[in-house]
């Protein structure tokens, strides 16, 4: 996984990894002149590094392999950063060797090392260095694992499977050990398999599929059991990661919610919401609008319904914002009343920071949901059961009304040009996908209004963007 969540020119954040297995989020600032590495492995959060601009000496990417325990090479690309004092350390592998090159180019040139490195030659067409030993950071992860953008990965593990004669059923007591000392030896811990079946069986080979819960996350699982001679092998060949959210993170998100509504409850009167400045308020907003835990992997569709939660929680924190100073405490109460209508306008532009955030967590949000319906859908999940139609049919409003609610705020006065990029950016990003997931009416009002949203922004490139949005979103 490859993203980069934010670049202009004094700031870059890119995150890249392997969720949930193993993240980096890289943030660079010329303002400060720091760079910040916060790093995670298996959904913990380890120790954040910080180094100024001019202590890193050099970020290049280092190719390593190693043996599994099932005797199979496996190879790894590790972007490593070197600092002038002589620490190094090393961030997430970011799927595959084109996006490790890619996301460590982009570092460098953001830090001016485009060209050279200080001290050290830039490898031939920008190619990882080989190292003969993996790094401590690669022992830890899970070895042998590659994932692609969809956050597909291939494992080929070999087992033997005690029993002498006949190979063992799909769901077999053998199997599920067998599946479980795969992944511990890919550091990898299976809390819970379920659905296993056989998709295809004969004398000489069975081909199954299986779910498995995970720190994080839920793998749907291919896997065929065949013979090597006269042992019995496993072979796992595709294991899709999804991601689901906790029962106790939702809690999480729900009480940090209400605590900053009780900070926010005489808003309304004075015009004065908790400001994100503030290190409680931020910590409140970072808990609410964060949705880093559930982007690099789809969304299981079972969790569409907390999502929702979620978003209801989201939408009630956002609110105050528009809802400052107006004297109403409910959005669907506010009046049709030109000058509550010109206070809400310039909240937006006084609270812009805060805004923006909440305006980029509903377009992202809104198109988590989308890709997991999508991607039930694809895996012939019943869309055609009542429940699930109108679920589709809720995401599908959600989506159009959060991508209306933030083109629409485009046109407020007040606000910067930059401000305007960083939400079409983030609205950007899901747009091919929103295209082909919207009924064809919701498209074309999302396009039209889209066009007379132009009409009231002066910069041009924010013209351009947006209208690439409706030409986009109108298929």
């Known amino acids: 996984m490859l993203k980069v969540l934010e670049n202009t020119p004094d700031r870059l954040v890119i995150k890249l990894g392997v969720r949930p297995f193993h993240t980096t989020t890289a943030t660079f600032d010329k303002t400060s002149r720091t760079a910040k590495f916060e790093r995670t492995l298996f959904g913990w959060k380890r120790k954040t590094i910080e180094a100024p601009f001019d202590e890193i000496e050099s970020i290049r990417v280092v190719q390593q392999s190693m043996p599994t325990g099932q005797g199979v090479e496996t190879e790894s690309n590790y972007p490593l950063v070197q600092l002038k004092s002589g620490r190094r350390f090393w961030l997430s592998d ?8 890619e996301a460590a180019q982009q570092m460098r040139e953001f830090l001016g090392q485009a060209q050279a490195e200080a001290g050290v030659p830039m490898p031939a067409a920008d190619q990882p260095v080989v190292a003969p030993h993996p790094s401590r950071v690669y022992r830890w992860v899970a070895a042998g694992v590659s994932f692609a953008v969809a956050i597909a990965f291939l494992i080929a593990g070999a087992a033997r499977i005690s029993r002498i004669f006949t190979l ?4 077999d007591e053998t199997t599920r050990t067998t599946l479980g000392e795969i992944f511990e030896g890919k550091k990898v811990k299976l809390n819970r398999l379920s659905d296993m079946k056989s998709t295809a069986s004969s004398k000489s080979e069975r081909t199954c599929t299986a779910r498995a819960d995970v720190p994080g ?25 999804e991601a689901k959210i906790d029962s106790t993170q939702l809690a999480d998100v729900k009480n940090a919610a209400s605590d900053f509504l009780a900070l926010a409850k005489d808003s309304p009167r004075t015009g004065r919401p908790p400001r994100q ?6 910590g409140l907003l970072d808990k609410v609008f964060d949705l880093s835990e559930l982007e690099g992997a789809t969304l299981s569709a079972a969790d569409v319904g907390k999502a929702n939660e979620w978003f209801t929680a989201g939408d009630r924190v956002g609110t105050i914002y528009i809802l400052s100073g107006t004297g109403v405490t409910d959005i669907d109460r506010l009046p049709n009343d030109p000058s509550v209508q010109q206070r809400t306008h310039r909240n937006v532009a006084e609270f812009a920071p805060e805004f923006g955030r909440y305006l980029d967590f509903q377009v992202k949000l809104a198109g988590i949901m989308m890709d997991a319906e999508v991607d039930r859908r694809a895996k012939g999940g019943e869309p055609e059961r009542p429940e699930v139609t ?23 006065d007040g606000l910067s040009d930059d401000w305007r990029r960083q939400r079409l950016a983030a609205i950007m990003q899901i747009t091919p996908r929103a295209a082909q997931f919207l009924l064809p009416e919701q498209s074309r009002a999302l396009r039209d209004h889209a066009l007379k949203v132009v009409t009231y922004v002066r910069e041009p490139s924010v013209q351009d963007s947006i209208k690439s949005f409706a030409d986009a979103v109108a298929r």
């Open 94 to 101: 970011a799927g595959n060797q084109n996006a490790s090159i």
């Open 390 to 412: 109108r679920e589709v049919a809720e995401v599908r409003s959600t989506l159009a009304e959060s991508l209306t609610g933030a083109l629409t705020t485009l046109a407020y």
């Open 277 to 282: 400045t503030e290190p409680t308020v931020r």
């Open 217 to 241: 996350g839920i793998l749907n699982l291919t896997y065929h059991i065949d013979w090597d001679g006269w042992s019995k092998r496993m072979t796992i060949d595709r294991a899709d990661a």
């Open 168 to 171: 063992p059923d799909c769901d």
